[in-house]
T-cell receptor, first 117, second 114 residues
Framework: NAGVTQTPKFQVLKTGQSMTLQCAQD?????MSWYRQDPGMGLRLIHY???????DQGEVPNGYNVSRSTTEDFPLRLLSAAPSQTSVYFC????????????????FGSGTRLTVV | AQKVTQAQTEISVVEKEDVTLDCVYE???????LFWYKQPPSGELVFLIR??????QNEISGRYSWNFQKSTSSFNFTITASQVVDSAVYFC???????????FGAGTQVVVTP
């Protein structure tokens, strides 16, 4: 039972390059989301998805694209990387849970550390 | 607007001392969840506890305890008899809807030295 798997764990990009951060979960979770972690700022929501074919923006969506073609996968795309996107990226997932009484939280991946030079 | 404040940037203690981490939150919602996560040097996020707004019962679990007070909008976390393995960044987080828009605090670095 792998949980939430993120690849790669580390990546260095040059400004203007594109790349896709991969996130896969094997728990049949409907809900998936991407966060970025920056020093002193905690985690901030980039995009989220409540099921295949459904995505929405979070707090800091600019510069990132997502799609959800399957329940298992939720890739995050950087079309033209910028130094401001240097961060640690976390993917998280959960079942659709009953709010609020049956709610019990998220499973996070181990993160991808991205450096844009 | 939702906000979580962890005023302590870093706490350094000697092993076996107690450590209390402060968390103050702001929300207008009457239904919400509060979480504590631990991030060790390896980088992953480890879930520690969640509390919902309609359950103010405090709890002790091993060396960990939590103090949730709605009257002061605080959700403090204590590690008793700290150990070197407790060295990590600890995040307090607020969730006010089912769509997962967490509001995380900035985190508190805990350093436990032998």
């Amino acid at each position: 039972n792998a949980g939430v798997t993120q690849t790669p764990k580390f990546q260095v990009l040059k400004t203007g390059q594109s790349m896709t951060l991969q996130c896969a979960q094997d728990m049949n979770h409907e809900y998936m989301s991407w966060y970025r972690q920056d020093p002193g700022m905690g985690l901030r929501l980039i995009h989220y998805s409540v099921g295949a074919g459904i995505t929405d923006q979070g707090e800091v969506p600019n510069g990132y694209n997502v799609s959800r073609s399957t329940t298992e996968d939720f890739p995050l795309r950087l079309l033209s990387a910028a130094p401001s996107q240097t961060s640690v990226y976390f993917c998280a997932s959960r079942e659709i849970q009953t709010w609020p009484s049956g709610y019990y939280g998220y499973t996070f991946g181990s993160g991808t550390r991205l450096t844009v030079v | 607007a939702q906000k979580v404040t962890q005023a302590q940037t870093e706490i350094s203690v000697v092993e076996k001392e107690d450590v209390t981490l402060d968390c103050v939150y702001e929300t207008r919602d009457t239904t919400y969840y509060l979480f504590w996560y631990k991030q060790p040097p390896s980088g992953e996020l480890v879930f520690l506890i969640r509390r919902n707004s309609f359950d103010e019962q405090n709890e002790i679990s091993g060396r960990y305890s939590w103090n949730f007070q709605k009257s002061t909008s605080s959700f403090n976390f204590t590690i008793t008899a700290s150990q070197v393995v407790d060295s990590a960044v600890y995040f307090c987080a607020l969730l006010t809807d089912s769509w997962g828009k967490f509001q995380f605090g900035a985190g508190t670095q805990v350093v436990v030295t032998p």
